[in-house]
């Protein structure tokens, strides 16, 4: 699954091609032809990230909203326009680009109203210069439930996929397992702060990277104990627990759940 890092680039390269454009929407598999006709050659004026949904605003007033979800996937193309390749959702065509759209777990029209309504039920985005990190700290402080679920929970905060929870815990040495109302203000802060540094990275490099740790000129891996077996740190084993149906790894010792 794409984290929140890819989306946030996308809208930023995206911003760039349609933004002040009149954009030509289709829909190549005909699958969602009456929502590209309802913003077929309007002008985009806005291309945002909101956590994993991506919003792609026009002068009527409707929203393109698109989750890739596991499976779904954009592919840029310089123009010209060259015949849609498997099932392509939605392409959208600008001045110098288009893209294609394939797969994605939600693809549909709205209003402002229900943008709003979707908005509303995000949780902080990392990603966004207007995040209220308070709330994340309230929302984590009065639960009960693991940080390592409570991250991934995109209604508490936004932009956290499998990867960066992970690595996240590690940097700051926080059990997966520990409940939300363990962590103190000065552990949720610095959660909050490596999450946002190591989400900036993402976007500017287009890649996951939380190890900077180089050897001679080359990084030896971008990640820390992400699917690893030995803790770069302490030299311990590194376990692996499922939490929510997806695998998340931590160290023993560095990561203490007492
Ligand atoms: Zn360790």
């Not at 890092?5 to 032809?33: C, E, W, Y």
């Not at 605003?57 to 010209?80: A, C, E, V, Y």
């Not at 990084?219 to 695998?247: A, E, F, M």
Request: positive net charge; hydrophobic residues 35%; contains cysteine.
């Amino acid at each position: 699954m794409p984290e929140g890092h890819t989306i946030h680039r996308a809208a930023r390269d995206h911003r760039k091609l349609f933004v002040g454009f009149n954009v030509a929407v289709s829909s190549p598999q005909g699958r969602f032809n009456i929502g590209a006709k309802s913003i077929n050659k309007q002008q985009c004026v806005a291309v945002e990230a909101f956590g994993k949904h991506l919003l792609y605003d026009f002068t009527n007033n409707q929203s393109l909203h698109i989750h890739l979800g596991l499976f779904g996937r954009i592919k840029q193309r310089k123009l010209p326009v060259e015949e849609a390749k498997g099932e392509v959702r939605v392409r959208l065509v600008g001045k110098t680009h288009f893209i294609d759209i394939s797969g994605p777990t939600i693809c549909e029209i709205l209003n402002e109203q229900a943008k709003s309504k979707l908005i509303g039920r995000i949780g902080p985005d990392l990603l966004r210069k207007d995040a209220d990190p308070i709330k994340f700290f309230e929302r984590v402080s009065r639960s009960r439930a693991k940080i390592g679920t409570l991250l991934m929970d995109q209604s508490v905060i936004a932009g956290i996929g499998n990867i960066y929870r992970t690595e996240v815990l590690w940097r700051q040495c926080v059990h997966p397992n520990k409940r939300g109302q363990e962590l103190d203000r000065s552990q949720l802060e610095n959660l909050w702060n490596d999450a946002q540094a190591l989400l900036e990275v993402g976007v500017k490099h287009n890649k996951i990277i939380t190890n900077f740790k180089k050897v001679g000129s080359v990084n030896t891996s971008s990640l820390n104990i992400y699917k690893k077996k030995k803790c770069p740190r302490c030299q311990g084993v590194i376990s692996k627990i499922d939490i929510s149906g997806r695998s998340a790894y931590f160290c023993d010792f560095c990561q203490p759940n007492s």
